[in-house]
């Protein structure tokens, strides 16, 4: 399969401990972008990455969220001190070089579901 | 801000009909994307069909086309001959052109149930 992999793709973890995500984006896609997702919403962008310059950022990820993209290939989603209202779906989702700004396509991972308790 | 509305957030067609998804959105941009993707049961979203804005020829892909009203600011997904695989979450999503955002907003989304 190589199409974007997410892992784990459930997590239960309880209030205050760290989370990290890690997405595996389709080979040779230069951008990578997650969104979350919420029970009856639609996915709400995070930020993204080309290469491994993260080029934009969501208010929604405050300080306690950081990712990263160290050596342009995979990423990691960190949470650190979860709260209940940080249970979502975690999308990962990646894209080649010209991304959306050429009309490219983006392939949506199948997510991560957290759970905080 | 944009923003995209889906009103309806379930519908149901008889396989082999034919139904009508909504979506609205608001900007003062004049030129980008929209797009319609589909999220079946725990799995991945899926790129059904996109327009741009600059285009007034409505898109089409088989058995799926849109109704792009720029005006109205308007994009309802018509899907043909209903199958019982096109059953998911369909989203609408907007994108900006100018100011070399990559981020993608979206509507709440519309279920769609297929009746065999």
């Known amino acids: 399969d190589t199409g974007v992999s997410q892992n784990p793709r459930h997590k239960i973890t309880k209030r205050g401990q760290n989370v990290t995500f890690r997405c595996d984006p389709i080979?040779?896609?230069?951008?990578l972008y997650w969104y979350r997702q919420t029970l009856g919403q639609g996915p709400e962008f995070l930020t993204y990455?080309?290469?491994?310059?993260?080029?934009?950022k969501s208010r929604l990820l405050s300080d306690r969220f950081s990712a990263e993209r160290p050596k342009g290939s995979f990423s990691t989603l960190e949470i650190q001190r979860t709260e209940q209202g940080d249970s979502a779906m975690y999308l990962c989702?990646?894209?080649?070089?010209?991304?959306?700004?050429?009309?490219?396509?983006?392939?949506f991972g199948e997510g991560s579901w957290l759970t905080v308790v | 801000a944009q923003t995209v509305t889906q009103s309806q957030p379930e519908m149901s067609v008889q396989e082999a009909e034919t139904v009508t998804l909504s979506c609205t959105y608001d900007?003062?941009?004049?030129?980008?994307?929209l797009f319609w993707y589909k999220q079946p049961p725990s799995r991945q979203m899926i790129l059904v069909i996109r327009?741009?804005?600059?285009?007034?020829q409505n898109a089409t892909e088989n058995r799926f086309s849109v109704n792009f009203q720029k005006a109205a600011k308007s994009f309802s997904l018509k899907i043909s001959d209903s199958q019982l695989g096109d059953a998911a979450m369909y989203f609408c999503?907007?994108?900006?052109?100018?100011?070399?955002?990559?981020?993608?907003?979206f509507g709440k989304g519309t279920k769609l149930t297929v009746n065999p």
């Open positions: 989702a990646s894209s080649p070089l010209q991304g959306l700004s050429s009309g490219n396509t983006i392939y």
């Open positions: 080979s040779e896609h230069n951008r």
């Open positions: 990455f080309q290469n491994e310059a993260q080029l934009e």
């Open positions: 900007t003062s941009e004049s030129d980008y994307y």
């Open positions: 327009q741009e804005a600059y285009k007034q």
């Open positions: 999503a907007y994108r900006r052109i100018q100011g070399g955002s990559e981020k993608l907003v």
